[in-house]
């Protein structure tokens, strides 16, 4: 079968750095992606990794270790509008996303 | 700056009966693609569709389910006898690359099946 593993949810405070991760297990894999959620929307797209390494932008980075089949979405200077469900994604090829069961970040102030 | 429009917003219907939920996804995209999700669950992966033929589909997609490009910008998804468990947001997506890099998604459609 095909699986995502991410935390339900995380808790962090207002100005600090928060880092949610993501393995996957999957019959193909072109890359990774997040999006981000807020209650009643439509998912955002964040970030995308089809190699090895970080790719940065603005507050948010994204890591993919493909021999690891790992990756995370790390957040900084949390702000209270981060506060959301994020998504991982893979791309199995073939024009197929398969989707994590998102993580609930909370942001205190 | 561009975006997927979709109607109706939402969607009640009886049991049995059919559905059209519409979509206009961004004008120069070439893929386009619809997912679901239920409450409170995540995003499921339905269908994608390129050069006006499916490219992949999912154990959801099955023939109660089609998709159709009927002319240069609409993009629909025709469930043909509603059940209870079709509830759901439905959201389309479209993107330039067939690899599933940076998808647009747009507002979805609240299905509503009783």
């Known amino acids: 079968g095909q699986s995502l593993e991410q935390p339900s949810e995380v808790t962090a405070v207002e100005g600090a750095i928060v880092q949610i991760n993501c393995t996957y297990q999957?019959?193909?894999?072109?890359?990774l992606s997040w999006y981000q959620q807020h209650d009643g929307g439509a998912p955002t797209f964040l970030s995308y990794?089809?190699?090895?390494g970080l790719e940065e932008t603005g507050r948010f980075s994204s890591f993919l270790s493909r021999s690891d089949s790992y990756g995370y979405l790390l957040l900084q200077e949390l702000q209270m509008k981060d506060s959301a469900s994020y998504f991982c994604?893979?791309?199995?090829?073939?024009?197929?996303?398969?989707f994590g069961a998102g993580t609930r970040l909370f942001v205190k102030a | 700056e561009p975006e997927v429009t979709q109607t109706p917003s939402h969607q009640v219907t009886q049991m049995g009966q059919e559905v059209i939920l519409r979509c206009v996804p961004i004008?120069?995209?070439?893929?386009f693609y619809w997912y679901r999700q239920i409450l409170g669950q995540k995003v499921e992966f339905l269908v994608s569709?390129?050069?006006?033929?499916?490219?992949?589909k999912s154990e959801i997609f099955d023939d109660q389910f089609s998709v159709e490009r009927p002319d240069g910008s609409n993009f629909t998804l025709k469930i043909r006898s509603t059940k209870l468990e079709d509830s759901a947001m439905y959201f389309c997506?479209?993107?330039?690359?067939?690899?599933?890099?940076?998808?647009?998604f747009g507002p979805g459609t609240r299905l509503t099946v009783t």
């Open positions: 569709f390129y050069n006006n033929e499916i490219s992949e």
């Open positions: 004008s120069n995209h070439l893929y």
């Open positions: 994604a893979v791309n199995t090829g073939g024009f197929k996303t398969i």
């Open positions: 999957t019959s193909g894999f072109y890359g």
């Open positions: 990794n089809a190699l090895d």
């Open positions: 997506a479209s993107s330039e690359s067939g690899q599933g890099y940076e998808q647009y």
